[in-house]
């Protein structure tokens, strides 16, 4: 409720005359809660530092999550209403748009009205009283709210796009319980009867409705998500297939609350996994899309950073990234650090060993004279994939896992409340089986096999090259991404150079390519090989490029092997999580690195409540490839 209407102004205070009095209007409080509310009040208001001065934005901390729940209430009625009464052109005296503040001059008659109608539904959605004194407390707010920003006209697009999550959230409640007959006029009259019955048609579930919700919570992360109940009963026995990055962070974070686990994993013991040591191992939410993706990513970087076995192991240089197009604005002003377009000489004192002909190609001062951008994201880290693994394998063994190496599985099955895994051990040819009340499909593109999920993932085959270095080099400072030349190198705390090549896949919105079912038939479990170049020629061809880059890291170094694994990601670039059918769980993403300790908690959270985690994981449910629900999109790609 700022009342701020362009970057730099002072909040709007409006003077009304009513008779001979003059009432002062201004933006309703904002309300803080939370252990940062005090700094956050203080920051609003420090232009001046005296709280209630015209420069300062008034806030109000509140003791408790009800209170921001039922400004957020109040605040959404407004904005069923406003667009509607904006937009209804019938009504307005020209035919065109009014802005919000002329709806209470000119059409206060039947702004109350529609308040009437919905104030009855939101209290009965939330199962509380909202306000005590009712409509006239509820129109006092929305005219206060209305004139901190004259001339303000809603958004009918933005309102067509969010009319689910916004009219719809009343809409949804039946004719039978409660009657919104003019409420549904007006979106008949504005929008038209599709989008009517999209919203009336909208089950929202998330809050206030006839479930609760519950909590989810992590210890571990020091995180709580929010829930809801399933069908499904909490899973006191799990089978884990992969003992990679992904089924490892799974297994012990089941562990940890209690749950029996096993891990199936096809390599030996010995080795973490297939495309876990192929990873470049990247821990960063650089440049994914959609935003929500994004603050997936995010949140994953915090995980490394608070959970209490991989914390130690990550490597926090932060990132340069050279690209050809300056970032945008929107991606320069979030939370997610970002420094730049950087000039030669910042360039040079963040990583001193670059080569000075790629750090300055004629840059100017705002850092990209020829068409490069350098931007630098402090942030951002690396991790040894394969150090990782080995310390979660370990603790998960401490906990109670069994881990089972070197065996294929050749079916799974249900019978009843019980799912039962089929094995081969590839040592013997003995046949085994076990059964839990979830088998978890961790194992990377094994998701696209039909028994194991079938789910359509990108065919994106990727190498890294390894090499060492002579004592005397030069450490490189920082994690280094050219997505010109098409190159990417940084170094791990054991002092071996990791280079990757060609388009750097991020994973997000952004991802395109072949469906791996579609262009390849697998009839075993998982595919029996993977084809890739030489694996010489292709570290040579890696690490020659990165030294382009770096020259001064690769003097005299030993070129060691090359890695090469599929990029298990979803055709649509996103995570899938979630169940694809009773007793079958699947846990896909790309990065993994960066996701795995995030993810590994949400879903030991939900399989051992039984409940489904709200909002962070709905849009990433293995559903959406069903015809049972969609992803979140976004037009804008990848680096």
């Keep these: 409720h700022y009342g701020i209407l362009k970057v730099g102004a002072k909040p709007v205070v409006v003077v009304v005359s009513e008779g001979n009095k003059s009432l002062i209007i201004r933006a309703p409080f904002t309300l803080i809660h939370g252990r940062h509310a005090e700094t956050i009040s203080t920051l609003l208001s420090q232009k001046t530092g005296v709280k209630g001065d015209d420069d300062a934005v008034e806030t109000k901390i509140v003791d408790s999550e009800l209170e921001i729940e039922d400004g957020s209430a109040k605040k959404l009625i407004w904005a069923c209403c406003m667009w509607l009464l904006c937009h209804d052109l019938e009504q307005n005296n020209d035919d065109s748009p009014i802005s919000v503040e002329k709806v209470h001059d000119e059409k206060g008659t039947q702004l109350r009205a529609l308040v009437e109608e919905m104030l009855p539904v939101m209290e009965f959605k939330l199962k509380r009283k909202l306000v005590d004194g009712g409509i006239d407390r509820i129109l006092d707010y929305m005219e206060s709210y209305s004139r901190s920003m004259p001339g303000a006209i809603p958004s009918i697009d933005l309102a067509k796009r969010e009319i689910k999550d916004r009219n719809g959230y009343l809409l949804s409640v039946g004719a039978n319980e409660m009657s919104q007959p003019l409420h549904e006029e007006l979106v008949r009259r504005v929008v038209g009867e599709e989008l009517l019955q999209q919203a009336k048609t909208f089950q929202n579930t998330k809050v206030g409705s006839d479930t609760e919700t519950t909590r989810i ?8 998500f929010a829930s809801l109940p399933s069908e499904t009963p909490p899973a006191q026995t799990v089978i884990v297939v992969g003992a990679g990055m992904m089924g490892s962070c799974v297994a012990l974070s089941l562990a940890k609350r209690g749950v029996t ?9 010995e080795n973490v996994g297939v495309t876990t040591p192929a990873s470049w191992a990247w821990i960063n939410a650089n440049n994914k899309s959609p935003p929500l993706y994004r603050q997936l990513n995010v949140l994953g970087l915090l995980a490394w950073k608070r959970h209490a076995d991989l914390k130690k192991l990550p490597l926090w240089t932060g990132s340069i990234v050279r690209v050809s197009k300056a970032a945008a604005a929107s991606d320069t002003m979030g939370t997610y650090a970002i420094e730049g377009p950087l000039n030669k000489e ?3 004192q963040l990583e001193p060993s670059l080569e000075p002909s790629f750090s300055s190609d004629d840059n100017d001062d705002d850092g990209g004279g020829g068409g490069d951008h350098f931007y630098y994201y402090p942030d951002e880290g690396s991790v040894d994939p394969s150090e990782a ?3 979660l394998r370990k603790k998960a063994i401490e906990m109670g896992v069994v881990f089972l190496g070197q065996v294929e599985v050749q079916n799974v099955s249900r019978d009843d409340q019980t799912s039962v895994v089929f094995f081969t051990n590839s040592t013997d040819g003995s046949n085994h089986s076990l059964s839990a009340d979830v088998v978890v499909m961790a194992g990377g593109i094994g998701a696209a096999a039909p028994l194991l999920g079938n789910l359509p993932l990108l065919n994106k085959p990727g190498t890294i090259a390894f090499a060492k270095q002579e004592t005397n080099a030069p450490v490189l400072k920082r994690i280094l991404v050219d997505t010109i030349q098409e190159s990417h190198v940084l170094q791990r705390r054991d002092g071996t150079l990791v280079a990757g090549g060609g388009f750097l896949e991020v ?3 952004g991802s395109g390519g072949n469906v791996m079912n579609e262009t390849t038939t697998t009839t075993t479990i998982l595919p029996s090989s993977l084809s890739f170049p030489n694996n010489d020629a292709a570290a040579g061809m890696l690490l020659q490029r990165a030294s382009t880059i770096v020259p001064k890291a690769f003097v005299q170094h030993q070129a060691l092997c090359a890695k090469s694994a599929i990029r298990p990601m979803p ?12 007793g079958l769980y699947t846990a896909v993403t790309h990065s993994a690195i960066t996701l795995s300790p995030l993810l590994g908690e949400m879903i030991a959270g939900e399989l051992s409540s039984g409940c489904n985690i709200l909002d962070l994981l709905d849009p990433y449910r ?3 490839f069903f015809g049972g629900g969609t992803a979140v999109v976004a037009s804008s790609s990848n680096q």
């Design 622 to 624: 293995p559903t959406r």
């Design 389 to 391: 693994v080995r310390v």
């Design 261 to 269: 686990v096993t891990v199936l994993e096809r390599q030996s013991m």
């Design 217 to 224: 919570e992590s210890s571990e992360l020091q995180l709580t």
């Design 507 to 509: 994973g997000g919105s």
């Design 571 to 582: 055709k649509d670039g996103l995570s899938c999580i979630g169940y694809v059918k009773p």
């Design 346 to 348: 910042r360039l040079l």
